[in-house]
């Protein structure tokens, strides 16, 4: 997969965009609400909730902010009910998606999904149509300017991790859950800078895009997901060569 664009390596970049903070950290707030109200306030009983502040902290969202939405989540202040909603379905050339939502009202998010997918050459699947091409990995890149790969290689398998891939300027280190909070912690041991780090469905096999058009608009569909509201996460198998990622960037 070596010089291959994936959209985890996509979306960190995007992440990155100052101007998208207030969204990100909307999005994470409502990840915290959800994950208190299921599990409770303490981060140390509630490995959800854990993970949520981590995002949050990540993101540079100030204590303040979490402690409102932990509080919200626990009933200790007011707030909006959220919803957990998977939908699935597929891209131009085949390629699988699945959209992770927290929403407060399914009969609004349903269909503006519906339009997301069908704007961008798309269609909604039934439940369950591509969620058995994916499996529940720990996922964490790293950019190849920050460490030597040999070096990353060591840490990362000692530290639990299953799998590493150079996808364009980025390694991709993949993980089971279980060994996800350990592999997080020996990178930050090592110093080593993370550019993304999140429990993510990870496809088992990809399908690769060498059409530019097919390309950009697979791309523009994962970003009108990434900037709705009520999406929390996207994940699709397409796999597309740097040389066609350039030309459409």
């Not at 970049?13 to 303490?42: C, F, P």
């Not at 994916?134 to 290689?153: A, M, N, R």
């Not at 900037?227 to 996460?233: A, K, P, S, T």
Request: with cysteine.
């Amino acid at each position: 997969m070596s010089g291959h664009s994936h959209w985890a390596g996509i979306k960190h970049k995007k992440a990155a965009n100052d101007a998208k903070r207030g969204k990100t950290w909307s999005k994470i707030a409502r990840m915290i609400i959800v994950a208190a109200k299921n599990g409770g306030g303490d981060p140390s009983a509630n490995l959800s909730l854990r993970y949520a502040i981590d995002k949050a902290k990540a993101a540079n969202m100030p204590k303040d902010t979490i402690e409102k939405a932990i509080k919200k989540g626990t009933g200790d202040l007011g707030g909006v009910n959220f919803e957990e909603v998977l939908y699935e379905g597929y891209g131009l050339n085949g390629v699988a998606i699945m959209v992770d939502a927290l929403t407060d009202n399914r009969n609004r998010t349903g269909p503006e999904i519906k339009r997301i997918f069908e704007k961008h050459g798309g269609s909604l699947g039934t439940s369950g149509c591509v969620n058995w091409m994916f499996s529940q990995k720990g996922l964490i890149t790293v950019s190849t300017t920050s460490v030597d790969e040999e070096h990353l290689l060591e840490i990362a398998l000692s530290a639990g991790a299953n799998d590493m891939q150079t996808v364009g300027d980025i390694y991709e280190i993949t993980c089971e859950p279980v060994a996800y909070e350990e592999l997080k912690k020996a990178l930050q041991d090592s110093e080593i800078a993370v550019e993304l780090a999140e429990i993510s469905m990870v496809p088992q096999n990809t399908i690769e895009i060498n059409d530019e058009h097919a390309a950009s608009r697979i791309i523009s569909l994962m970003e009108a997901f990434d900037d709705h509201d009520d999406v929390q996460n996207a994940y699709a198998n397409f796999d597309i060569p740097d040389e066609i990622m350039n030309k459409i960037s």
